[in-house]
T-cell receptor, first 113, second 113 residues
Framework: DGGITQSPKYLFRKEGQNVTLSCEQN?????MYWYRQDPGQGLRLIYYSQIVNDFQKGDIAEGYSVSREKKESFPLTVTSAQKNPTAFYLC????????????FGQGTRLTVV | SQQGEEDPQALSIQEGENATMNCSYK?????LQWYRQNSGRGLVHLIL?????REKHSGRLRVTLDTSKKSSSLLITASRAADTASYFCATDGRGSTLGRLYFGRGTQLTVWP
């Protein structure tokens, strides 16, 4: 089954802790993206990567970090510097082309306790 | 911001009725896409319309695009309770990073049986 998998589905973090969200895809897509979604809001881009070992900041990168060591994997670390991390996080992938659709994972809901 | 904006924010209809959602955007685009999100889940791609297209159909979905007005509409005909979801429009930005999408805040559609 081809697709994009995020884990865990739910994550709880104590204030001051870093946490890492996993995103894996077997679609052979070059591009991967991390979005944040807050209640009643659209998706805001955190980071994206179009090729292994390279990534770019999106609109709200502060307090987050990523790595892209393998084509299939694009983990997101929410650091203690992120002041309001409670949100729904979505990972997506696509081919790098004009007029291409994005494929999304099922999301990770992060709650700070 | 290049973000699209959907209208209305919420729409409530009976099964069998048609649902129309609108999207406005600000910059020139190569394409506009519509996605669906069930509560607490990832986004699913519905349809992509290119900037040189005016109308596109897919099953019960009909999408129009008016680039002169920078607007699009999504029509769902003969709606069903299973169509209950949030619907988002997404635009790329002509001259922007290939594959990068800008999402609106979505329309929450509720279809009553």
């Amino acid at each position: 089954d081809g697709g994009i998998t995020q884990s865990p589905k739910y994550l709880f973090r104590k204030e001051g802790q870093n946490v890492t969200l996993s995103c894996e895809q077997n679609l052979n897509h070059d591009a991967m993206y991390w979005y944040r979604q807050d209640p009643g809001q659209g998706l805001r881009l955190i980071y994206y990567s179009q090729i292994v070992n390279d990534f770019q900041k999106g609109d709200i990168a502060e307090g987050y970090s990523v790595s892209r060591e393998k084509k299939e994997s694009f983990p997101l670390t929410v650091t203690s510097a992120q002041k309001n991390p409670t949100a729904f996080y979505l990972c997506a992938s696509s081919i790098v082309d004009m007029n291409t659709e994005a494929f999304f994972g099922q999301g990770t809901r992060l709650t700070v306790v | 911001s290049q973000q699209g904006e959907e209208d209305p924010q919420a729409l409530s209809i009976q099964e069998g009725e048609n649902a129309t959602m609108n999207c406005s955007y600000k910059t020139s685009i190569n394409n506009l896409q519509w996605y669906r999100q069930n509560s607490g889940r990832g986004l699913v791609h519905l349809i992509l319309i290119r900037s040189n297209e005016r109308e596109k159909h897919s099953g019960r979905l009909r999408v129009t695009l008016d680039t002169s007005k920078k607007s699009s509409s999504l029509l769902i005909t003969a709606s069903r309770a299973a169509d209950t979801a949030s619907y988002f429009c997404a635009t790329d930005g002509r001259g922007s990073t290939l594959g990068r999408l800008y999402f609106g805040r979505g329309t929450q559609l509720t279809v009553w049986p």
